[in-house]
């Protein structure tokens, strides 16, 4: 898989496996090219998966993120994979960026992430729609930026 080869050769999976490893995380095959580094122990980050090339660490087991019930959990972690695959390590820098920006749009990192919204913010369990913080409705730039619709200041199609 084109996704595995570029991101063993940008380095990012490496870095995932140094992390899962370094924290006791238990290293498997999943589908789809990812490895599945379960029982990851640290607090940070706080969420139960998050991606590291194309490994995807999470607190839970192996069984756990490949249950059926959780195939589209599995599949937005997946295309956080082929983010890193475009990226490589620029995409630590230009997440945290959005992240940032989701912040100060809303009280959300995920929100307004396009990385999360790229991934599917309903499939990683992300609320699909927060209002815009004040000072974003009051800036017509912002408006245009995010449209009306958008920043659900108004019915959509008005």
């Known amino acids: 898989m084109t996704r595995t080869v570029l991101t063993a050769v940008n380095g990012t999976t490496l870095i995932g496996l140094l992390i899962a490893l370094s924290t006791g995380a238990?290293?498997?095959?999943?589908?789809?090219?990812?490895?599945?580094?379960?029982?990851?122990?640290?607090?940070?980050?706080?969420?139960?998966?998050?991606?590291?090339?194309?490994?995807?660490i999470t607190k839970r087991t192996a069984e756990w993120l490949l249950a059926e019930e959780r195939a589209?959990?599995?599949?937005?972690?997946?295309?956080?994979?082929?983010?890193?695959?475009v990226l490589g390590p620029l995409f630590w820098p230009a997440y945290w960026l959005a992240c940032g920006w989701s912040i100060a749009l809303t009280t959300s990192y995920g929100v307004r992430n396009w990385f999360e919204r790229n991934a599917g913010l309903a499939d990683?369990?992300?609320?699909?729609?927060?209002p815009l913080r004040p000072w974003a409705?009051?800036?017509?730039?912002a408006l245009r930026m995010f449209g009306r619709e958008d920043g659900r200041t108004t019915p959509p199609g008005t």
Do not use: K
């Open 137 to 141: 409705l009051r800036r017509p730039w």
């Open 72 to 85: 589209r959990l599995l599949a937005h972690e997946s295309r956080h994979a082929g983010q890193y695959a």
């Open 26 to 56: 238990r290293v498997r095959r999943g589908r789809h090219g990812v490895l599945i580094a379960e029982n990851y122990r640290l607090r940070m980050p706080p969420a139960t998966c998050f991606t590291v090339g194309s490994v995807i």
């Open 124 to 130: 990683g369990h992300y609320p699909e729609d927060l």
